[in-house]
């Protein structure tokens, strides 16, 4: 199970990189000269079948510019921290922003819950 776990975690966190990687413009090529060191290696870590150690984070998130959470917050797996990321997101918002995302969120769980019975109108 630890094992499946694992995995799971590298290709979220792959998934990240390669979203920012992506958002920046920037090729694997790219990313791997920045850090020294071969192309296949950005793409093991993209795909998820090596981890990066917490040094190669730090260097791809000031490449990316961004904070190492980012690249993190995807490979949470529970509940609680997806509802704080959300949250942080949320709190970004004005207030007519904050009503569409909530109207949009409460249809969404609707639609998609079996149980979806919302506290809040």
Do not use: W
């Not at 590298?10 to 992506?22: D, L, S």
């Amino acid at each position: 199970m630890q094992k499946n776990k694992e995995k799971a975690i590298a290709k979220a966190i792959g998934r990240a990189i390669a979203k920012k990687r992506t958002e920046k413009g920037l090729t694997q090529e790219d990313v791997a000269e920045k850090l020294n060191i071969g192309n296949e290696a950005v793409s093991r870590i993209e795909r998820g079948t090596v981890i990066p150690n917490v040094v190669r984070l730090v260097e791809l998130a000031e490449i990316f510019e961004c904070g190492t959470d980012e690249l993190l917050i995807e490979s949470r797996l529970r509940s609680m921290d997806h509802a704080k990321y959300l949250y942080e997101l949320f709190e970004r918002l004005n207030e007519q922003d904050k009503a569409l995302l909530l109207h949009l969120m409460t249809t969404l769980a609707e639609r998609l819950g079996p149980d979806n019975s919302c506290p809040i109108s």
